[in-house]
DNA sequence: ATATAAAGTAAATAACACTTTACTTTTTGT
DNA sequence: ACAAAAAGTAAAGTGTTATTTACTTTATAT
């Protein structure tokens, strides 16, 4: 799944470290998200979208397959 | 994290085999996201946001901790 | 150019989402 | 009341999310 936290990071000039940090996870899993390795669990998709203030939604785009 | 999937379902009139069906998933995942056993994973929310037609923040409700 | 910070990557492990099988309890309809 | 459908539950197993530690590569600043 594709998402923008690159995007909002370097709007907010965070590191991958910083938001790892508000979100409570280690640098290693914001970067595994960023590169799209795995998707984030429902409950720190919703710690970010709270954090960055958006609907999940526009931060996390699941183009659907079948 | 708290749903209203059997609310959702009650409204379509779907039995939880219904609804497991239509989101490719067990029975037995439906009941227990509905009893709040475990959260669905990032694609799973997508899907049931899509089948409903409402954003994930309508139908899956994480009140946030800490 | 070189030091330092940031990002990328990898392996081992832990935790959790989800499955299957199977059984019990509750609800619904006649 | 009774049968049938729906919902609830549990255990064992699989695959994925997330962690930690640690090392390499890339970007930034002086």
Redesign the interface.
């Known amino acids: 799944?594709k998402n923008r936290l690159k995007v909002l990071r370097a709007e907010k000039d965070w590191t991958q470290a910083d938001l790892a940090d508000a979100l409570d996870v280690s640098r290693q899993t914001i970067n595994a998200i960023e590169k799209g390795k795995f998707?984030?669990?429902?409950?720190l998709?919703?710690?970010a979208?709270?954090l960055f203030n958006l609907?999940?939604?526009k931060i996390?785009d699941?183009e659907?397959e079948a």
Chains 1, 2 share one sequence.
């Open positions: 799944m998707d984030p669990s429902l409950p998709a919703f710690k979208a709270r609907p999940i939604e996390f699941d659907y």
